[in-house]
């Protein structure tokens, strides 16, 4: 069974920094697109970033130039380095993992994690 642990949340002031981190486990770590998304109060769920396995990376939009997707395989972590925040980041991160290779698609994750809480204040 797969599992997905996040930290790292908090709050923040407008234009601060956190890092939010998804400890993983339960299979062949390598061979699963590893991804985050957030939802914001009231909105739907969105991909923020993901980043496969062929090491292909990418990110929403909304976040490109501020936050930065990394893993570590030999700590089974992923990460989510988040500078420059903005009030419009407030909301649940999740942290998903999928067996499919993503490349440029956004899939729909099979496994997520239970989220945390991220709150910038103005």
């Known amino acids: 069974q797969v599992q997905l642990v996040e930290s790292g949340g908090g709050s923040v002031q407008a234009g601060g920094s956190l890092r939010l981190s998804c400890e993983v486990s339960g299979y062949t770590y390598s061979g699963y697109t590893l991804a985050w998304f957030r939802q914001a109060p009231g909105k739907e769920r969105e991909g923020v970033a993901a980043?496969?396995?062929?090491?292909?990376?990418k990110y929403a939009v909304s976040v490109k130039g501020r936050f930065t997707i990394s893993k570590d395989n030999a700590k089974n972590t992923l990460y989510l380095q988040m500078n420059s925040l903005k009030p419009e980041d407030t909301g649940m991160y999740y942290c998903?993992?999928?067996?499919?290779?993503?490349?440029?698609?956004?899939?729909?994750?099979?496994?997520w994690g239970q989220g945390t809480r991220v709150t910038v204040s103005s």
């Open positions: 998903a993992a999928d067996p499919r290779s993503w490349g440029a698609t956004w899939f729909v994750p099979t496994y």
């Open positions: 980043i496969d396995t062929a090491a292909y990376i």
